[in-house]
């Protein structure tokens, strides 16, 4: 089976910008899930999606939103962007709700605001 | 709340050495899953093990191997001989599924540095 996918893998944006990163699942998975790493605050938890519905989510500002769609691909978007914003994000996918289930990790993708 | 710490910040050992990374976790819940990442250079984090909290029997897989003692809330990762390729940065996370949802909480994690 083919790993989980991320697109793009780099981006560069500017303050105030908005930005649309895509997540695609590893098949037969329904469940994704999101995170920010970056060297101050490591890895931290953004949102989980299970058919199409937020099940979760992390303590992040409202720029920062989700969706999932029927075929379980994700995408999250931030807008407004910021300095702090600067972060790889990695999606996650499970076979279902992530509850005891393995979560599996795409390439991530490397955002730079400027 | 749930925490893992790692302590070791940055680990360098030389090949063929064996190495012990160190994860310590808290919970209040009773039901929970523990699980090791690697996240070489290049980004990805890859999946190591996953331990349910009622399992503590310990486990080797080739070179690794896992340590899990719930009277100290540990769960220790050992790299025996280690090789020039399991440079990378380690990550011990934690997860208490509530509901009908979860999520895993990181450790901040330990860099693994082996030299020839």
């Known amino acids: 089976k083919a790993g989980v996918t991320q697109t793009p893998r780099y981006l560069i944006k500017t303050r105030g910008q908005q930005v649309t990163l895509s997540c695609s699942p590893i098949?037969?998975?329904?469940?994704v899930s999101w995170y920010q790493q970056t060297p101050g605050q490591g890895l931290q938890f953004l949102f989980e999606?299970?058919?199409?519905?937020?099940?979760n989510k992390g303590n992040f500002p409202g720029r920062f939103s989700g969706r999932q769609f029927s075929n379980s691909r994700s995408e999250m978007n931030v807008s407004t962007l910021e300095l702090g914003d600067s972060a790889l994000y990695l999606c996650a996918s499970s076979s279902r709700l992530a509850g005891s289930e393995t979560q599996y990790f795409g390439p991530g993708t490397r955002l730079l605001v400027l | 709340a749930q925490k893992v710490t790692q302590a070791q910040t940055e680990i360098s050992v030389v090949e063929k050495e064996d190495v012990t990374l160190d994860c310590v976790y808290e919970?209040?819940?009773?039901?929970?899953?523990l699980f090791w990442y690697k996240q070489p250079p290049s980004g990805e984090l890859v999946f190591l093990i996953r331990?349910?909290?009622?399992?503590?029997q310990n486990e080797i897989s080739g070179r690794y191997s896992w340590n899990f003692q719930k009277s100290t809330s540990s769960f220790n990762f050992t790299i025996t001989a280690s090789q020039v390729v399991d440079s990378a940065v380690y990550f011990c996370?934690?997860?208490?599924?509530?509901?009908?949802?979860?999520?895993?909480?990181f450790g901040t994690g330990t860099r693994l540095q082996v030299t020839l």
């Open positions: 999606y299970f058919s199409e519905t937020q099940r």
């Open positions: 098949s037969g998975h329904r469940s």
């Open positions: 919970t209040r819940d009773t039901t929970y899953y």
């Open positions: 331990r349910n909290s009622f399992d503590e």
């Open positions: 996370a934690l997860r208490t599924p509530t509901g009908t949802a979860s999520k895993l909480t």
